[in-house]
């Protein structure tokens, strides 16, 4: 009967400590103590008397998305367990064991598990802590738990445990994380501060980086037994005090529908949507993705050698641990640092053949046809290799690179991932120490195209384009919104913050802008399959030239909207698959316009600009009031501020080191 209470107790300790809100002056223990202390355990000297504190674990906390929506949650979960106790007086050790192994069978029986102990494991158990009941059963549910409370026979216990759960299952998966048990329940003797059941810890994700905040505090119990092995003292010294909140930036509806539009669009792919005025993240999906759950309690060597050898990599996240060539979503950056450092205005204007030769190599356009001397605007709608090759040599791959630093690139986001990676923005130096050479003409050309050693992440490249769409500073971007102790109480909640100034002109800003507009909503536009049709968009396709070996491409979209009051900033990638012809036109950008037209209505909403404060001018100021300058309808000022086009040609350089990939 005494180690039936003691069930009883500990089942009800969980089942308070897990209704935190609820807070008890008293913890209840059994009725028939009443006037023992658990100090006085110098009484017992014989051999099955016991004293012993051990701890509860204490609930895990919650991580949810920003409407309050669980990602990650605890419920009750159950065991059958072996209850020694029940035994009564005993001749010898093996008669015990004999007899616990009998337990374990008819446990298997009732459950349906294959669960065995060896006889050395049992007889060590049955020394040190048959006080304890033994776990001999695969975790359940409460329904099940009830049905098998019926048939157990004296001497097979239910025993309570919390349970992890990921209620949203493969979304987000990535990013939330999972838990494992810390260590296993020692069989040895019994120590002051083991705990009643096992205990987890994070170990990817959101669950491993706040691990501190969603633990929580164990509950502390004192237990007796006396020289028979009854229980005659159960005291609870300290209630478990459950772990905090996670609310993270994640848009459920958002997250869903990210993956959704993966899952139908994509083998392997990612897609990462940023909010530009706040550095919030919204959505931000891998594709393929895994299960936590099926880490909970624990997942069989079997099964993790499958998903870990999986030639889609489902535990790997795409969208911020694939280094991958940015390609054309990089030639924007150009633009930008060429015309900040004045190697040329928004209207020169710079020869764009079908080919140009460089040292002893010929460097193609992604399509056929000569393109003439074209500007800015129009290269970066038409994606026109050629121009960039020759920008990028004419600007210097350290003055591009340098703004692609400043815009995130070749350096972790900072924001709470677990093995998230920096990617490569290459220095001189690098460049001398991997190659043995200097930086060439051939390196220029190839990096402002965004391959070569040029490599990014899909967040990344969103949180650059973030950075355009801003104009004068990066945002430090966030995953959390805030985090909560048991109490509801909010103990952090960061804000919006500057990350790093741009230095960008306003001429470069414009011309960009005004090119990336066009890749979109102009009919020679690389991305017109991206036009959502309810606002404008800045956009750049862009096809990268990953696994040679295997001719294995990628396709890209990145930008962001509304192009004239930014809201969003967004990057899609997709793997093509060996062999494969992809294109950042056909196979990225309408992944971009399906998704964004799913919450058109939220985004008009979300884009409407801040009211602006009324300015009372005084009757006797007016004449000293400036007049708005006239602007077009791209927000670019009239073409006298624009120097007259030039054309360019260039000597031929260095071979490059590698040929570049199509658009």
Known sequence: MGMKKLRLGLTSLLFTAMSWAQEADVIPVDEEIVTASASDASLFTQKNARTMTLTIPAPRGLILDREGRPLAQTKMGYYVALDFTELGTVKSVEEAVTWGQSMIAQSNEITGDEVSLSEKKLTRYYKNRRWIPRIVSQVFDEKKAKELEKKLPAGLVILPTYLRIYPEKKIAGHMVGYVQTRKALDDGPIAPGDPIFKSVEGRTGFEKIFDDELRGVPGVKKLIFDGDGNKVLEESIQRPQPGGTVVTTLDLDWQRYAERVLADGTRRGALVIIDVRTGEIP???????????????????????????????????????????????????????????????????????????????????????????????????????????????????????????????????????????????????????????????????????????????????????????????????????????????????????????????????????????????????????????FTTMCGKTGTAQWIPAKEQRLAWFAGFLPADNPRYAFAVVYEGRPGQAVSGGKQAAPLIRRFFKKFQGEILEASKPPPKALIIVDEDDEDDVLQAQPVDDLGIRPAESVAEPEFIDLPEGDAPPALPAGE
């Open 283 to 533: 959505a931000m999906a891998s594709r393929p993705s895994y299960d936590p759950n099926e880490f909970i309690p624990y997942i069989s060597a079997d099964r993790y050698k499958e998903l870990a050898e999986d030639p889609a990599a489902p535990l790997f996240a795409r969208a911020y641990q694939s280094e991958y060539p940015p390609a054309s979503t990089f030639k924007p950056i150009v633009g930008l640092a060429a015309i900040s450092n004045k190697v040329i205005r928004a209207g020169t204007r710079i020869d764009s053949p079908f080919q140009i030769k460089i040292g002893s190599k010929w460097f193609r356009n992604h399509a056929e046809g000569n393109l003439g001397k074209i500007t800015l605007n129009t290269a970066l709608a038409r994606s026109a290799n050629p121009y960039f090759y020759r920008l990028g040599i004419m600007t210097g791959p350290q003055t591009f690179l340098s703004a692609a630093r400043r815009l995130g690139y070749g350096r972790k986001s900072g924001l709470p991932l677990f093995g998230e990676k920096p990617g490569m923005a290459p220095t001189n130096q690098w460049i001398l120490e991997k190659h043995g050479r200097p930086t060439t003409d051939g390196d220029s050309a190839i990096l402002a195209i965004g391959q070569g050693d040029l490599t990014a992440t899909p967040l990344q490249v969103a949180q650059g384009m973030a950075g355009i769409a801003n104009g004068d500073a990066l945002l430090q971007l966030r995953l959390v919104k805030q985090i909560q102790d048991f109490h509801g109480r909010v103990i952090e909640a960061p804000t919006a913050q500057k990350k790093n100034d741009l230095s960008f002109s306003t001429e470069a800003l414009e011309a960009v802008t005004r090119g990336m507009r066009n890749v979109v909503h102009a009919d020679y536009g690389t991305g017109k399959k991206a036009d959502v049709g």
